[in-house]
């Protein structure tokens, strides 16, 4: 092989390791795009919510005592250690014998915050069994809550469940705005789950996701909600009481059938009943409080202009 001809050869190979290599395992997206994508996101960030992000960072352990706070720190090394099973609930001093990284964790804090900081053994141990408690350190977990806060992936997992509340694994936005496929998303659910930052409830053969703190009243409601062609059912009700299934399902291109299911959903729920008007014709009346309380608590979908004037 000429000279001239192996050089190209092996240039070939190269472009084709470095065109390799642009691409990561678990996803194949190549890196520049997500080094793209990163940089665009960052532009995009208004500067608001970047302040809010550094604000949030500092006060995500204002709810804890100054043990507790100082209890975390050295729990955040203690949990790494592997060698140790994470699996424990604290109830008395005398069960920490129990569990060998509980009892590591509580021998640390007192070398290190005994003498430095004054706090007797049973104020460590209240702190630990406080954290325990409020689900700082978690079980079969190897990080802290306070980790978890700071992981930039889990924070957008949260955030993203802030703003779609009841949203679903099988969900199209999930790949579409947090660029991760459903495995990874129901494993970031699994670890915000067990430190009870997010909460599953099962409607229908589906689990929906809320932030905990979200009142628990309306995620079937919301759960409903998701699908595009109730709230253009409640609209057509809205416009026309007396409006039949047949016409409802030929605007909305669907079998009849597949709107008196929906009608039988919402009348189990209480968001519209059947009824007769004055000439003795069947309508269906909308629940027009529950639409209003459903938007204090949720702003999607928004019923505010249906609701004008009632």
């Not at 190549?30 to 006060?59: D, G």
């Not at 947090?178 to 053969?205: A, D, Q, V, W, Y």
């Not at 919402?266 to 009943?273: S, W």
């Not at 204090?296 to 609701?307: G, R, T």
């Amino acid at each position: 092989m000429s000279l001239e001809k192996k050089k190209e050869t092996e240039e070939e190979e190269e472009n084709s390791i470095l065109e390799e290599s642009t691409f990561r395992d678990d996803d194949f997206v190549p890196l520049s795009l997500k080094k793209e994508r990163k940089k665009q996101k960052e532009s995009e960030k208004p500067k608001e919510k970047v302040e809010l992000e550094k604000i949030e960072k500092i006060e995500v352990v204002e709810g804890l005592s100054e043990i507790e706070k100082d209890v975390l720190e050295i729990a955040k090394e203690v949990l790494k250690l592997k060698r140790y099973d994470a699996e424990f609930e604290i109830k008395s001093q005398t069960q920490i014998q129990k569990y060998p990284i509980i009892e590591n964790l509580y021998a640390t804090c007192i070398s290190k915050l005994a003498y430095n900081k004054g706090y007797s053994k049973e104020d460590i141990f209240l702190g630990i069994r406080s954290l325990e408690e409020k689900n700082w350190i978690v079980t079969n977990e190897r990080r802290t809550k306070l980790e978890v806060l700071k992981n930039e992936k889990l924070r957008e997992v949260i955030e993203f469940i802030r703003k779609y509340p009841g949203v679903h694994a099988r969900d199209e936005k999930v790949e579409e705005e947090l660029e991760i496929t459903r495995t990874p998303f129901l494993k970031h659910i699994m670890t915000l789950e067990n430190f009870n930052i997010i909460r599953s409830k099962k409607i229908g053969r589906r689990l929906h996701y809320f932030i905990q703190d979200v009142p628990q009243d309306y995620d079937e409601y919301k759960a409903l909600f998701f699908n595009p062609f109730i709230p253009e059912i409640i609209e057509r009700f809205f416009e026309d009481e007396s409006v039949s299934i047949t016409s409802i399902a030929e605007d909305l291109d669907v079998y009849p059938g597949t709107i008196s299911y929906h009608l039988n959903k919402m009348e189990e729920l209480d968001i519209l009943k059947e009824s007769k008007n004055t000439k003795g014709k069947k309508i269906h009346v909308i629940n027009i409080s529950l639409l209003k309380k459903y938007n204090e608590v949720f702003k999607e979908p928004n019923f505010s202009e249906l609701l004008k004037g009632f």
